[in-house]
């Protein structure tokens, strides 16, 4: 099995950077494309062979987009058809992997129905072993059915619109395939899993790992840590019930000298790099070449695969966020990861990359990843370039059972995704009330903002979590504040005053802390981030939204913005997150066009985002 490139403009970068094996099968590029207006496709079966399609789609740009070549806009219903060929090998599974597809999907291979899928913003997984093996000579046809309905709020969305047609600070719809879909082979008993956890004082690399079921009793994990070629560490773990914990100490590589060149941070981005080895039992000081009942080999490697982590910590104390136990000023920008012509989906891995580096040319440390999830190579190249990275979850708008159920299994899904990469360093579960409406009055919504604080903990307790951001505080480590009042002096004595806030209500009218129990007794001792505020709009007449205010051009732009943010770093708070990177549709508020083109100076803009002080 080869990897393939097969959409021009698209190198096959591995879509899972921190668990990748040689040897996978792009599925991007054009796939067979019918639209389901009328929602018959079930029942005329257009799984089988023999169905016309109406058209081909570049996948996985949104049908919505200009990309894709299609420009369907609201409809709900999407099929998709490919015929690829697949080798099958003896002793190897065969697993289709889907890395997002809005909203609920389904999976047929040679007309078995494979996979039902709920959930638009995280990857799932097909072992289609089965299908391959029945017809190992033959070409298979791949459906998918993707069903995106606009107009149901109980669907996490984030800044999907539900209108037909984009209104105030929501956007056009990135439905269907929207990410890669890919293949790999992989041993029966492999690597399922990893779980990178680090603490960069006493040196130690912690790694849980999650193997497939047929690992047979006795098999052990080898993990060997490296940095520029050079073997920096190595331990075992045996496996137990499908997992194995490995524990790694950095020290003996450094000698009596400091941890402190190992370390990553945004300034610093260090990578170590693993190799992750699956073995069979029996294999330490046993030269007899025994096999077990089935035939395997003591000390035989079950699989390999290659990843990486990064050595920091990431915690907050009452007044400051601790990169590496050290204060470090939150320099964050709002990103909502749009592109004209291809909406969520990014155009490109250059795309990414030139993201990556336009944030960091503009002076900031990090970003908000916002109501979307982000494309894992973005994330890889967050940790090999240095941003810090904060997760959001995308928000439904309604409250009820069934969105409380869909947003939960889905961040859930996504923090387990994300947990390794050592440039994510917080999560956000709720955004401005935004699927809990009622939080100040509903008991039971306050109850499932802290249940998800808390699940969000128990799922990794090694970074800061937000419950709500941005107003209506009830459970976090941290008290975020969205604020977009232009007058510098006045935010800053709003900011500054850590008792007074508890009490005070945003420009949005709504409190920054809930007065409801529990919630202010919560909030004491927690560092404060301005987590949204700037917003400023070139003065346009050509009708879009205004956005949180004008200025009349990129100098006026570049006065306002060193004003503020010298206010923001001056008032003592932990950081801050100026919005935003880039305009997006109506939403003209950014640094740069929705081209990735800078509305000022990008030097005086970087000078601007680091003023006030440097405050590390």
Known sequence: MTTETTQVGRPAAHPRPQLTRPGWTSLTGPWEHRADPAEVGLTEEWWRTGTAFERTIEVPFPPESAASGVEIDDVAIHWYRREVRLDPRPGMLTILHLEAVDFECDVWVDEQHVAHHVGGFTPFEVDVTPQVAARPDAPHVVVVRSRDDRSDLEQPR???????????????????????????????????????????????????????????????????????????????????????????????????????????????????????????????????????????????QLDAVGSYVGLRSARVDDRAFLLNERPYLLRLVLEQAYWPTSHLAAPSEAALEEEVRWIKRLGFNGLRMHQTSAD???????????????????????????????????????????????????????????????????????DAVRALHHLTKALDPTRPVIGNDGWEYVAGDVVGVHDYRHDPDALAAMLADRAALVTTSSVSGRRVVLDAAGCPEAAEGRPVVLSEFGGFTLATHDGTWAGYGGVADGEELLERLESLVTAVVGSGIAGFCYTQLTDTEQERNGLLTEDREPKADPDRIAAAIRSGGVRR
């Open 158 to 300: 984030g800044k999907q619109d539900w209108e037909v047609d984009p209104h105030v600070i929501w956007y056009q719809r990135t439905s269907g395939i929207w990410r890669e879909v890919w293949v790999e082979q992989v041993p029966e008993a492999h690597v399922a899993e990893l779980w990178w956890r680090t603490d960069p004082i006493a040196g130690i690399v912690d790694l849980t790992v999650e193997t497939s079921r047929a690992t047979p009793p006795g098999a052990e994990v080898r993990v060997v840590l490296s940095a520029q070629g050079r073997d920096l560490a190595s331990a075992s773990g045996s496996v137990a019930a499908a997992r194995a914990e490995v524990s790694l100490s950095l020290r003996e590589a450094v000698g009596g000298a400091t941890l402190e060149p190992l370390w990553w941070s945004p300034e610093h981005p260090v990578l170590l790099d693993a190799r992750i080895e699956l073995r069979a039992g029996g294999g330490s000081g046993d030269a007899s070449g025994a096999t077990d009942a089935a035939g395997t080999t003591a000390g035989a």
């Open 376 to 446: 894992p190579r973005f994330l890889e190249l967050c940790d090999r370039l240095g941003l810090l990275v904060w997760v959001d979850s995308p928000a439904s708008f309604r409250y009820s059972t069934t969105s409380l159920d869909r947003t939960v299994r889905g961040w859930l899904d996504l923090v387990r995704r994300d947990r390794s990469h050592p440039s994510v360093v917080t999560w956000v579960p709720f955004n401005e009330s935004w699927g809990v409406e009622q939080v100040s009055v509903d008991p039971r919504q306050r």
